[in-house]
Each structure stands twice: as structure tokens, then as C-alpha cells.
């Protein structure tokens, strides 16, 4: 039974560096570490990539990480094929691949924006480098992407402050309607869930349970738009959205 390994990127998750100590392998052969700044995957968001460096300065591609224990308190680490793996008692450094996270929080604060100018139950979602998707249960398949677009741009462009916030497990049972997926369960376990705020508490845009990665204002998602709906069944629509500019590239 390893403890629990101490979210860094929680905390902070633009930090690209952190010195840390493996505490055991995982049943898969994952390496567990004291702490991480690498996000597991989970809420549609993949898990990062990047390097741990030894004490010695031997190097262990890192392919993904995951949670060790179903999504609780355990992150392990995915060594890439033929790479070494650090034993128990180990010091390392991660090294995140920054270029790919920032893509990853970027996308995962746009979809948040999606989810408001789309105002209906959301039931699937995927947060991707380049593209992002959400599932929604719409009545009517009449989508002014145009129209949605627009309002789109206009919130990234009010560069409005993204910030973190922490209710209890019976605070957020007694307000159901923060939660707009019905796919993907608000991240407990601990008595708390962190509620992810677009906006100042006065003037907000959206406010809802995420354990994920995110910018620290619109503004710096840059511009993105809906580039396709595509209908899954009688009242399920998916949205998908891309990065404008990496389109145009």
C-alpha cells in the first residue's frame, strides 16, 4: 500500500520541474513517486509525458501517467519501452514536456468555455492537443456555429481570470447543478472537490467541479472555434473544436 502522492500540479501547474522520491513500482510496473507535477489521466484529459532524471543522471522516458489506484490518491509513472526504471528510495527530476501540457490546458479551459455558450447536459468529452470535443444531449440539432463562434472569441478576448476554489463533498451534493457531466463523476475522495471558476466571484462565467489543468485566463487559450457537429443519436450532438491557428498552420 503506497501513501498518497502529493498533487504538485494541483498546487501549481505550470511548474516544468520538480525534484521528488520513488517510493515503490505499481502492479503494472508504474513507478510511484512521493510527489509529481505530471497529471494522470483521467475528466477526458490525457496524462502527461516527460523525463525523470536519476540522481546519477541516468534518464527514464516518462510515456503517460495514471492513477495507481483507480483515481484516488496513487499516481504512477509509465516508463517508455526499454527504459530504465528507478528503484524504491531513488531521487529524481521530472521534467514535463511543457510544450504538450500548456496544448492540454489550453484545450481542457476552452472545452469549459464550450460547455457555456452550450448550455445543455454534457455527456461524454475529450481534451486533445490540437482538437477537443464535447457530447451534448440538445434537443433541437440547429447549431448557429457562426453565432457560437463569435461568443466564443468574445470570451477568450475579455481575458476573464481562471481560478480554483474547494467545497465539501456534502456542499456540492447540496448543489447538484454545478455538475454538467453526466459521463465523468466530480473528482472526491478526500471530503473536498475543487470547483474550477471562469470569472470573478461577482461576475462569473462558469463554475464547476475539476480535478484538471487549466490556464490562468481566457485570454491565454487563444483563438479556437467549433469545427464540426456531428449527431450520435436522437438528441446527443458532438462538438468538436480546434485551435485556430494550428488549423491554419
Known amino acids: 500500500m503506497f501513501p498518497a502522492t502529493e498533487l504538485a500540479f494541483r498546487d501549481d ?19 510511484v513517486l512521493d510527489r509529481t507535477l505530471f497529471y494522470p489521466t483521467g475528466g477526458g484529459q490525457p496524462g502527461d509525458r516527460g523525463t525523470m532524471i536519476w540522481a546519477d543522471g541516468t534518464e527514464t522516458g516518462i510515456a503517460t501517467t495514471v492513477w495507481e489506484d483507480g483515481g484516488k490518491t496513487v499516481i504512477a509513472h ?42 445543455f447536459a454534457v455527456t461524454g ?47 456540492l451534493d447540496a448543489q447538484p447543478e454545478l455538475v454538467k457531466t453526466m459521463s465523468v463523476a466530480p473528482p472526491r475522495g478526500s471530503g473536498r472537490v475543487r470547483l474550477v471558476r471562469i470569472g470573478g466571484a461577482g461576475a462569473s462565467i462558469d463554475l464547476q467541479p475539476c480535478g484538471g489543468t487549466h490556464v490562468r485566463s481566457t485570454g491565454e487559450i487563444g483563438r479556437f472555434e467549433i469545427a464540426k457537429v456531428e449527431k450520435k443519436g436522437k438528441i446527443n450532438r458532438r462538438v468538436r473544436v480546434r485551435f485556430v491557428e494550428e488549423a491554419q498552420a
Open 13 to 31: 501547474p505550470y511548474a516544468r520541474t520538480l525534484t521528488a522520491t520513488v517510493v515503490g513500482h505499481g502492479e503494472k510496473g508504474g513507478i
Open 78 to 119: 509509465v516508463a517508455s519501452e526499454e527504459m530504465p526504471i528507478p528503484a524504491p528510495g531513488t531521487a529524481v527530476t521530472l521534467h514535463l514536456d511543457w510544450d504538450r501540457r500548456h496544448k492540454l490546458m489550453r484545450m481542457h479551459t476552452a472545452l469549459h468555455l464550450l460547455s457555456v455558450v452550450l448550455p
Open 125 to 171: 468529452g475529450s481534451v486533445g492537443e490540437d482538437e477537443g470535443r464535447l457530447d451534448f444531449d440538445i434537443p433541437e440539432a440547429d447549431l448557429d456555429r457562426d453565432a457560437l463562434n463569435a461568443r466564443l472569441a468574445e470570451l477568450v478576448a475579455a481575458d476573464a481570470p481562471v481560478s480554483f476554489e474547494w467545497i465539501t463533498d456534502a456542499e
